[in-house]
């Protein structure tokens, strides 16, 4: 498993890309998202190109019940206990397993988020999924307030590591790649657990960058609020 210190915090996104850490970790939320590259091989490019298509979740959960279990969470993020976010965290979980018939993965609510800073740039780490534990992480405080992070910003995070989990256990794309697939099938869940009318949704946009996409966020206009 990865540390927290000198480059290697730095370096953990092409790790994970290249296969060498069974974890995906989370630098935020969707500002500044950028996808992963397409893979080399053949039979990779080929999940990594299903997962890109499957913007959509078929499937979804129980409205009213996500978002009535999203209200607990919320309501426990604001007393900042730690336990007490844990507990309706993975409640979510439990729901969104359930639906899906999978394993329900764990969970670990931990406080301050780590961060690293070098010249030109900086790494903060909102949440991460272990594949071989089957084990969600996330921070609740900010890296350098230490305040409680928002909201949004955690129900997101957690959204984000539940959908690695799905990707593995329920879709079959076990690199779980970062592709427009993928973002869009988080999107799904985390509008729904805010109850957002479908008139006040917008698509996600993208722009391509060489073999990539990032999002386009001059054409995008919602009411989404970033956590920094």
């Not at 993020?77 to 639906?99: K, N, P």
């Amino acid at each position: 498993m990865p540390e927290f210190g000198d480059a290697k915090l730095k370096e953990w996104d092409s790790d994970v890309v290249a296969g060498r850490e069974p974890l995906r970790p989370e630098s935020g939320l969707l500002r500044g998202v950028t996808t992963d590259r397409p893979p080399r091989s053949a039979e990779a490019r080929r999940a990594f190109e299903a997962s890109d298509a499957l913007t959509r979740l078929v499937v979804l959960p129980n409205a009213h019940d996500l978002q009535a279990r999203a209200a607990l969470l919320e309501k426990a993020l604001a007393t900042g206990d730690q336990r007490s976010v844990r507990v309706e965290g993975e409640s979510i979980l439990e729901l969104l397993a359930r639906t899906y018939e999978i394993t329900t993965p764990r969970l670990r609510v931990l406080g301050t988020r780590p961060r690293k800073v070098w010249e030109g740039g900086q790494f903060e780490l909102f949440g991460d999924y272990d594949f071989q534990e089957k084990r969600i992480r996330i921070w609740m405080r900010t890296a350098v307030l230490e305040k409680v992070t928002s909201y949004r910003g955690l129900l997101h995070t957690l959204l984000h590591e539940f959908c690695h989990h799905l990707d593995r256990e329920g879709l079959g794309f076990l690199e779980t790649p970062h592709t427009r697939g993928f973002h869009g099938r988080v999107d799904d869940l985390y509008h729904l657990a805010l109850a957002t009318p479908p008139k006040s949704r917008r698509p996600l946009v993208w722009i391509r960058m060489g073999s990539a996409w990032r999002i386009d966020w001059s054409k995008l206009r919602t009411s989404r609020s970033g956590d920094r």
